[in-house]
């Protein structure tokens, strides 16, 4: 299934109850681009999610009850292996979790297996721009939102800070001010996003869209 057809798909799959619209966006986003990536790699959602059968059914459940079956059986049955470093990624995001974990886990396992992926992170997460990006960390981890006062880049932020937590640092600066890759762990993340996000003729909530035009 194309990315735009899987998002569309998942969208109109969208439980009415479950909040304001931000966080189905956000995981069928994430999900569309997973999805889409299984046919161009012969691989199966569970490898380009990094969340199995029964993670999937679940947030399926939660977010989009029509679609969970299918969700769940694009996993294939496969567990999805996780490196060193993604699973450091997964654990430093769930310490600093602020939503309920049925929410955050899977959040925090997708935001990690798409930190692997080769583009800024809101373009991989398959998000509209950086600040939705910065929306969903500021509601789902706030505290890393918090520690990330300096507006590093999201991908370097977590990478630094598994190297931290493993007492260790690639920076060749001992300041960020004086080092030569500034421009590489700041600055703009400019870039066209990966996905259409057409809803057909769905309105998305008003709170959805105010977010999603706050600039950051
Ligand atoms: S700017 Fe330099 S010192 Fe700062 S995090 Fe990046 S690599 Fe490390």
Known sequence: MAPDQAYRWLMSACAPSAGDGFD??????????AIGQMAERQVSLAVTSG??????AEIGAQLFPDAAPALAAMAQGATPIVEIEEQSIREILL????????????????LAR???????????LGL????????????HFARLRTRNQNDMKWKKFLFRMVCGSEGFTLCPAPVCT??????????GEDGIAQLTHSH?????PAAFVEENHTVH
């Open 24 to 33: 189905q966006h956000v995981f069928a986003s994430i999900l569309s681009l």
């Open 51 to 56: 969340l199995d059968s029964v993670a999937l």
């Open 95 to 110: 310490m600093y979790a602020s939503t309920p974990l049925p929410l955050s886990r899977p959040l925090a396992q997708l």
């Open 114 to 124: 798409r930190c692997n992926e080769p583009h800024h992170l809101w373009q991989d």
């Open 128 to 139: 509209r721009n950086r600040g939705e990006l910065s929306t969903l960390m500021e509601r």
């Open 178 to 187: 004086e080092c030569d890759d500034f421009a590489g762990c700041f600055g």
């Open 200 to 204: 057909g003729d769905d309105i998305p």
